[in-house]
T-cell receptor, first 113, second 113 residues
Framework: AQSVTQPDIHITVSEGASLELRCNYS??????LFWYVQSPGQGLQLLLK??????LVQGIKGFEAEFKRSQSSFNLRKPSVHWSDAAEYFC???????????FGQGTELSVKP | ETGVTQSPTHLIKTRGQQVTLRCSSQ?????VSWYQQALGQGPQFIFQ???????GRGNFPPRFSGLQFPNYSSELNVNALELDDSALYLC????????????FGPGTRLTVT
């Protein structure tokens, strides 16, 4: 069965420090992978996506993610975190045949001044 | 370009009542998906609509139903509300050719008492 695991429920980083949020997926074929960000009480904003090709993808707000098929991972990174990055981050895997997205439990990011 | 909009923002219902939530898709999109996000959880796929027909359904009972209209807007109806239906309901729109690349609205917060 398709699934997504985000091992870290909550991460705290200092402003200006680098960030890596982990995501592991289980999927039978080549996955469509996404990272979304959600501010409190808000909807989801698409940060970046991977469909095929270059395994390092760039997104908005200075985020990037790397697809590693051998590790079934799609980790999100940012070289320097800003206080405004504090939010909940969701990794998702999708099946373009059915159009359904399967989400992880999310990682809450806190940023220390 | 107009984004996904949802109404109402919040509502409170009593157990056993029925509720209708509305969604207008992003301009240029013809596919609408609905998700339920319980507190502290990732979104769960309810169903997807394309050409006014249901195209895929998650693990939700029949009392969750939907409609899509010719202008691609959509409704989610929930009958016989239960306390566990309290959640953030998210609508996402996409283009049929890439149905899995979904853009989300701000959500409707439903509280069932």
């Amino acid at each position: 069965a398709q699934s997504v695991t985000q091992p870290d429920i909550h991460i705290t980083v200092s402003e200006g420090a680098s960030l890596e949020l982990r995501c592991n997926y289980s999927y039978g074929a080549t996955p469509y992978l996404f990272w979304y960000v959600q501010s409190p009480g808000q909807g989801l904003q698409l940060l970046l996506k991977y469909f095929s090709g270059d395994t390092l993808v760039q997104g908005i707000k200075g985020f990037e993610a790397e697809f590693k098929r051998s590790q079934s991972s799609f980790n999100l990174r940012k070289p320097s975190v800003h206080w405004s990055d504090a939010a909940e981050y969701f990794c998702a895997v999708g099946d373009n045949q059915g159009g359904k997205l399967i989400f992880g439990q999310g990682t809450e990011l806190s940023v220390k001044p | 370009e107009t984004g996904v909009t949802q109404s109402p923002t919040h509502l409170i219902k009593t157990r056993g009542q029925q509720v209708t939530l509305r969604c207008s898709s992003q301009s240029g999109h013809n596919t609408v998906s609905w998700y339920q996000q319980a507190l502290g959880q990732g979104p769960q796929f309810i169903f997807q609509y394309y050409r006014e027909e249901e195209n895929g359904r998650g693990n939700f009972p029949p009392r969750f139903s939907g409609l899509q209209f010719p202008n691609y807007s959509s409704e989610l109806n929930v009958n016989a509300l239960e306390l566990d239906d309290s959640a953030l309901y998210l609508c996402a729109s996409s283009s049929w050719g890439l149905a899995v690349e979904q853009y989300f609205g701000p959500g409707t917060r439903l509280t069932v008492t």
